[in-house]
């Protein structure tokens, strides 16, 4: 079997798999050693990218920049 058709059976088995279960397992793999996670980022990089996602962040949620406009206009 050549490696092109191993990564690809790979591939379809995980994603087959729930995507909370492939997230874990991906992670799981990955923090074995800096090797492993270099190899999985470079065969399964959709994988790898679902994987260690960061949640989409909204605008001024974490600066705080809607509140003191809010107490702003209460104070007047």
């Given at each position: 079997m050549s490696e092109r058709h191993l990564t690809e059976e790979i591939?379809?088995?995980?994603?087959?798999?729930?995507?909370?279960?492939?997230?874990?397992?991906?992670?799981?793999?990955a923090s074995e050693s800096p090797a492993d996670d270099r190899f999985i980022r470079r065969t399964f990089p959709d994988l790898y990218q679902e994987a260690f996602r960061k949640p989409p962040r909204a605008a001024g949620a974490r600066s705080g920049s809607t509140r003191p406009q809010k107490r702003a206009a209460r104070r007047r």
């Open positions: 591939s379809r088995r995980f994603k087959a798999m729930s995507r909370r279960a492939r997230s874990q397992k991906i992670r799981k793999l």
